[in-house]
């Protein structure tokens, strides 16, 4: 699985500030958030389509990991249909459903795909050590806080969701091999799943603390150099114009 791993090339995404990259995936997802008319989303998953493109991501295989969260997908988009549903002028009562309360639970999950597609291209073009100094750069002028060890925190917690999915992947595999998905109870099999998967992710973890000790890992460190190109720009304006598009 290759979901929000970092993929390795010299394309202009790779190559971009990090800074400015941080701010064109706020503003794509607060365009997301915005979004309420067909051609909006369409500009949008135009945009981040090019982007993968530009950037040599494989899409097939993103496009074919993303099937994990097509039950959080359906799930976004049953909650809202059936909230728009409700009555709440009658202690809450349900309406038969409509095809406003449908477009609502479509709105969601299609703002939800957006968002997740733009963290796609975001991580998948950001190193682990851009993403550390892009968020201590911006931490810079909040005083009185420890901002290399934040900066820290972020990136690992960002790093920990593709070592999680990997952990799912090891454990799926492991337990298909030994035939534990003939187990016809549910909640047996939930458990036979999370408990294994809890400890790998847990000792996932273990390791990268040793790996970070055994290289001598200290907060006292180079600040990193940045450098904006023309491009850089240039990608950070249409991304502002498709903000403006949505918003207004």
């Excluded at 699985?1 to 400015?20: A, C, E, P, V």
């Amino acid at each position: 699985m290759i979901l929000f791993h970092y993929i390795h090339k010299n394309s202009l995404l790779h190559r971009m500030d990090g800074r400015l990259k941080l701010l064109c995936l706020l503003l794509v997802s607060l365009s997301a958030s915005f979004a309420s008319v067909w051609w909006q989303y369409l500009l949008l998953m135009s945009l981040l389509i090019v982007s993968m493109v530009i950037a040599r991501l494989p899409i097939t295989d993103l496009i074919n990991d993303l099937r994990y969260f097509a039950v959080v997908l359906v799930f976004v988009l049953l909650v809202n249909t059936f909230i728009a549903c409700v009555d709440p002028t009658t202690s809450l009562t349900l309406k038969p459903v409509s095809m406003p309360s449908f477009h609502r639970g479509w709105h969601f999950a299609g703002r939800l795909v957006l968002v997740i597609l733009a963290c796609i291209v975001m991580t998948g073009t950001t190193s682990l050590t851009t993403m550390k100094n892009t968020f201590e750069w911006y931490l810079q002028p909040i005083p009185y806080i420890p901002k290399a060890r934040i900066a820290t925190m972020m990136s690992l917690s960002i790093v920990f969701v593709p070592l999680t999915l990997d952990c799912y992947t090891e454990t799926s595999n492991a337990q298909k091999s030994r035939c534990v998905e003939l187990q016809k109870n549910p909640v047996k099999r939930a458990i036979l799943l999370t408990l294994p998967l809890v400890y790998r992710a847990l000792q996932q973890t273990d390791e990268i603390v040793y790996a970070m000790q055994s290289r001598c890992y200290s907060e006292s460190r180079t600040q990193a150099e940045f450098q904006t190109g023309k491009t850089d720009w240039l990608v950070l304006v249409t991304c502002v114009m498709s903000f403006l598009a949505c918003l207004l």
